[in-house]
């Protein structure tokens, strides 16, 4: 591929993450459904402080993430993410170690890498909308 | 005792040049020495290295041609910045000590003298001239003052090399194009007598070429003719972002010792 075409792609994807990102951290921020609007809710348990709700509570953000329309954002944003880092880091080792050779290690070691975590990142968010979770 | 210099004023103060001197071929690692210049009005950097040549250390190597900031060829370091010698004048510099490197990002002949090779076989590989389809022109090509004023700025190129020394991009990528041949680039593209797009395409459009631009805006900084290196190289991303769905013809590009990835990429 061209690289324009490919660092077209970085800066969309770059723009992309900074809207996709925004979204995610403002939404479970504020509009999470909790009725009292609280991030965190404790109580006090055999003499220590337990956490016990609030929107950022672990399960009331699986329960709010749980469908598919949010799976697919997170799919995308993670699609987004993956391929903004590793062309990325392509870019920075290919101007410290330039040559065609080390260029063509570079480039396959990004993709495998790129890709192992894209899978298990992809396999996180099955889990999610199936009910499973981390 | 101190040598008045034919031509200038009065001696107004006595400063130390710091140079580095540098011999690869008998030398392992280079080394400052000091010399003490008389100063008198109107003197440049470049005069400054010339006392020291003509009164102090003859060994001191520098190169310099035309003495007015024409012909590009003593540009280096003076202060920390590069700069042509022969348009430094020492007392505008303020200082008592002034610090004398050759440019950075080239390999050195010898003490103040860069090896140019990389600059000029990265403008060479940019096709800096007009590409015409026609074999035969039969009459001059026409030019509007409007037409001109989009590549104007960027004929005012030296070659000094001063872009490209202070590019952090060609400190750490021994392949990339570099400032002074992008903009060239641009410069041709840009103008309406030029068709030679598709065919520069394979090296600006390269791993190397104008995507590895980082916008650091070091190379305008420097520039003593006062072009803007970096806004070319961002001009000519736009064109190239507005060319990506083309398909072109790939005609191989020039080939040279410190080029190889770029032909064997493109």
């Not at chain 1, 170690?97 to 290690?105: H, L």
């Not at chain 2, 006595?14 to 392992?28: G, H, I, M, N, Q």
């Not at chain 2, 590019?167 to 309406?192: M, N, V, W």
């Not at chain 2, 072009?227 to 769905?245: C, H, R, S, W, Y």
């Amino acid at each position: 591929m061209r690289e324009s075409k490919v660092m077209f792609l970085q800066y969309m994807t770059g723009l992309l993450i900074l809207v996709f990102g925004s979204f995610h951290v403002l939404l479970i921020s504020f509009l999470a459904p909790t009725p009292d609007k609280i991030l965190y809710q404790y109580a006090n348990i055999a003499g220590g402080h337990t956490l016990i709700g609030g929107t950022l509570f672990y399960s009331t953000v699986k329960a709010v993430y749980s469908n598919l329309l949010w799976g697919s954002f997170f799919e995308l944003l993670l699609t987004f993410l993956i391929y903004h880092i590793f062309n990325g880091f392509r870019i920075i080792l290919s101007e410290q170690f330039p040559g065609s050779k080390s260029e063509k290690v570079i480039t396959y070691s990004m993709l495998i890498i790129g890709l192992i975590i894209y899978i298990y990142g992809s396999r996180t968010i099955v889990l999610m909308l199936t009910g499973g979770g981390l | 005792m101190d040598v008045a210099l034919k031509g200038f004023g009065e001696v107004v103060k006595t400063v130390t040049l710091r140079v580095r001197r540098y011999d690869p071929e008998k030398e392992s690692l280079p080394t400052y020495m000091e010399y003490k210049v008389p100063v008198q009005k109107g003197m440049t950097v470049l005069d400054g290295i010339l006392y020291v040549k003509e009164h102090i250390d003859p060994s001191l190597s520098a190169r310099y041609s035309c003495r007015m900031g024409i012909c590009g060829s003593c540009g280096m370091i003076i202060d920390g910045k590069e700069r042509l010698a022969c348009q430094t004048q020492i007392l505008e510099l303020k200082k008592d000590l002034i610090k004398v490197d050759p440019m950075g990002n080239y390999k050195i002949v010898k003490d103040l003298v860069p090896d140019l090779s990389k600059l000029f076989r990265n403008h060479e590989a940019v096709k800096p001239y007009i590409v015409r389809e026609e074999e035969k022109p039969t009459a001059e090509y026409l030019q509007t003052p409007e037409q001109r004023e989009k590549y104007g700025m960027f004929t005012d190129c030296i070659l000094c090399g001063a872009c490209l020394s202070a590019c952090p991009t060609s400190a750490a990528d021994e392949l990339y194009l570099g400032p002074q041949a992008l903009a060239q680039a641009f410069r041709y593209i840009s103008d309406s007598r030029d068709t030679g797009f598709y065919e520069r395409l394979n090296v600006l459009d390269s791993k190397h070429g104008v995507w590895r631009c980082h916008f650091s805006g070091a190379c305008s900084e420097v520039c003593p003719k006062g072009v803007d290196p970096a806004l070319g190289i961002q001009l000519l991303k736009e064109v190239l972002t507005k060319n990506i769905f083309v398909k072109y013809k790939q005609v191989p590009s020039p080939v040279g010792p410190e080029r190889k990835s770029v032909v064997e990429t493109s």
